[in-house]
């Protein structure tokens, strides 16, 4: 459904009937001074009548122009309602004015009709200047007002009055000129002031387009964030066991051996292998078999310190990198984690067969490199297995 109105037009409209909002306090006190000068000269009745219905006139009117005031400038309908109930009021002050002229000009009495004359010219400048912005309201005011004030004026036997009739015409031909300059101001104010508004709304709106885009970035790169972690996680873990695979253990070993190699601190790994694992895949199948190994992982995990790594070498071979820790140290909790794999129950996963693990240890020592260090414990896994199996050799007992 399109608008009752324009932009512009909404903000001439709420200018008239908010400026007129502020004079009509003034217009009621006006017309009470005008009744007290009149007082005693005019007939009591009609004055009294005139004043009731005038007031009455200007009450209706202020509060129409008051909830104009209180109107939002985007509401264009209630502007547009607004507008059309107080244009009527405009046309029925501007005669309530304009019958001052024949209810309180006293016959014979020169001075004081021409205070009336004056109250008009008063009304309709100050009132003329508030509609100058609506020009139908200017002269829906002006119109009936001076039409009947210049009616009494030319039908007066004073001379003198008709005189003044004629400076009433030519007031008013002022009047329409000056307001009509007026008129073309308040048009490319309130041109202006619309422009910028408009300007206002089209920014914000962009504003807000760039803000939810913003957004939606944001949580992409959030999205994306996420989807290149799992990703990296993904990358670095064994998919059976879900501990950290071989390429990430190697790089982290290097990492790690570099750091001792700086500040001296000590470093040991170990090499896990569980022993005749290969009897457990023939008698018990791959899927039971993978459950040991997933079992095996998590007893190893509990037992890491902080800062330790474990993680899949190959096959049912593990690795456990032991940054600041001595080979004996290290050797001493694989022995503790060799008793809580044989003491567990494993039962329900291989039935009566056993599952054991050798181990060996091995400690850096300046100058050994990634591959010597992992030679040594290498070595030291062979000595537990060729010693019987289900024990921990640390490195420089397999090198005796």
């Not at 009752?4 to 007129?20: F, G, K, Y």
Request: aromatic share 8%; proline share 4%.
């Amino acid at each position: 459904m399109p608008l009752p109105i324009s932009q512009l037009d909404s903000l001439t409209m709420l200018h008239a009937m908010r400026s007129t909002y502020l004079s009509v306090p003034h217009a009621l006190l006006g017309a009470a001074l005008l009744i007290g000068l009149e007082w005693g000269r005019t007939p009591v009745v009609p004055s009294v009548l005139w004043l009731v219905l005038l007031s009455l006139l200007l009450l209706w009117q202020w509060g129409t122009t008051w909830r104009a005031c209180r109107c939002p400038e985007h509401d264009d309908w209630q502007i547009a309602a607004l507008y059309r109930r107080f244009a009527v009021q405009i046309v029925a002050v501007g005669v309530g004015w304009g019958a001052a002229a024949w209810i309180l000009m006293p016959d014979g009495d020169l001075t004081y009709s021409l205070i009336v004359v004056l109250w008009g010219i008063a009304v309709s400048a100050v009132l003329g200047a508030m509609l100058s912005a609506r020009r139908e309201l200017f002269y829906g005011f002006v119109g009936p007002l001076w039409c009947l004030l210049l009616l009494r004026l030319f039908l007066s036997p004073e001379p003198v009055l008709r005189w003044v009739g004629v400076s009433g015409i030519i007031y008013c031909l002022s009047l329409m000129q000056f307001t009509s300059l007026l008129h073309r101001f308040a048009l490319e104010s309130m041109g202006q002031r619309a422009e910028n508004a408009s300007l206002m709304r089209e920014l914000t709106l962009e504003q807000t387009q760039l803000d939810n885009y913003n957004a939606m970035l944001e949580q992409k790169n959030m999205e994306l964030d996420g989807a290149v972690e799992r990703i990296s996680e993904l990358a670095s873990r064994d998919p059976l066991t879900g501990v950290l695979n071989m390429r990430t253990l190697m790089r982290e070993m290097e990492r790690l051996l570099e750091l001792s190699e700086t500040q001296g601190s000590p470093f040991a790994i170990a090499i896990i292998d569980l022993d005749h694992f290969k009897r457990v895949n023939d008698s018990c199948g791959h899927a039971r078999g993978d459950e040991v190994l997933q079992q095996l992982c998590e007893l190893a995990q509990q037992a890491l310190a902080d800062g330790e790594l474990f993680g899949r070498y190959g096959g049912e071979e593990f690795l456990l990198l032991a940054p600041a820790c001595s080979g004996a140290e290290l050797s001493r909790r694989m022995e503790a984690l060799r008793d809580k794999v044989g003491g567990w129950d494993w039962r329900r996963l291989t039935g009566d067969l056993p599952v054991t693990l050798s181990c060996g240890v091995a400690a850096w020592r300046p100058g050994v490199d990634p591959l010597g260090l992992l030679q040594q414990a290498d070595k030291a896994l062979y000595q537990a297995k060729a010693l019987g199996r289900d024990r921990v050799c640390l490195a420089r007992e397999a090198a005796a």
